[in-house]
């Protein structure tokens, strides 16, 4: 019966990911099937934590941020867990032999969301590396399938890619961060005087961290690489949308790339990749 139940929590953590995101769900359908539930059982823990601090407002966020953290460990350290998406995370930790300090960065990150934050360049990149690279590394480790010495070879160019989405996030939710959030995390950004310039100078970042990320794609595993490029694409595809955009527009709302645009991203991604034009 253990086993139904780990099915059932591997098949939660995957319905989160398709619920929450389509980009990455397409992304991880391309990856090889050996470590597909895996990543699954990652994603779905971080968007747990994140809809914790993101969403359950009027109530207790503080002590339920703290209850997970709690419980994080206990599954890690017990191996089984009564909440599904923990049970799905500690296996993927266990197997793998995620390192903890990995786990407690990502949580650090969200518990700075819990308060307003004023962000100067430090709490940004410490924002930055807990809330993404860390998560990317957790994901480059199941990818390597725990082989150490390629991890460290590949490390640097999977935070960088981790940064890049991330801050491809924050373009995109801009508006929707500030005035329902109550955040701005780009440092010592005043939105009264976001203009293309400030617009600019954030892509320049962007682009650079893009740059040496793709580089690490291609050096990837050929099982693995299709499905990290494929999510790659999507966040481009965004990027060069943003990219074109005014900086009064990008304050209006949230940037989207449609559906059929992204099935067609996925198509092309695949055609390049199976043409090894990398």
Known sequence: ????????????????????????????????????????????????????????????????????????YEAIETKISTNPILHAFQF???????????????????????????????????????????????CLIVFLKGDKNSYEHLKPFAMKLGSAFQKINFLRDLKDDYHTLGRTYFPNLDLRKFNNAVKQDIEKDIAHDFEIGFEGIKKLPVKTRLGVYIAYVFYKGLFNKIKKMDSETILKGRVRIPNGIKFGLVFKGYLRHSLNLL
């Not at 699954?40 to 966020?61: M, N, T, W």
């Not at 786990?103 to 930055?128: A, R, V």
Request: hydrophobic share 35%.
């Open 1 to 72: 019966m253990k086993k139904t139940y780990d099915e059932l929590s591997l098949n939660i953590a995957k319905l989160t990911t398709q619920k929450y995101s389509t980009s990455f769900s397409m992304g991880i359908k391309l990856l090889d099937s050996e470590i597909r539930d895996s990543i699954y059982g990652i994603y779905g823990f971080v968007r747990l934590a994140d809809e914790i601090v993101d969403s359950f407002h009027g109530y207790h966020q503080t002590e339920m941020l703290g209850k997970l953290k709690l419980d994080t």
């Open 92 to 138: 993927v930790v266990n197997k793998y032999e995620i390192p903890l300090d990995l786990i407690e960065q990502f949580l650090n990150s969200m518990e700075m969301d819990l308060n307003p934050q004023e962000y100067d360049k430090e709490k940004y990149d410490q924002y930055i590396v807990g809330s993404a690279e860390v998560v990317g590394l957790m």
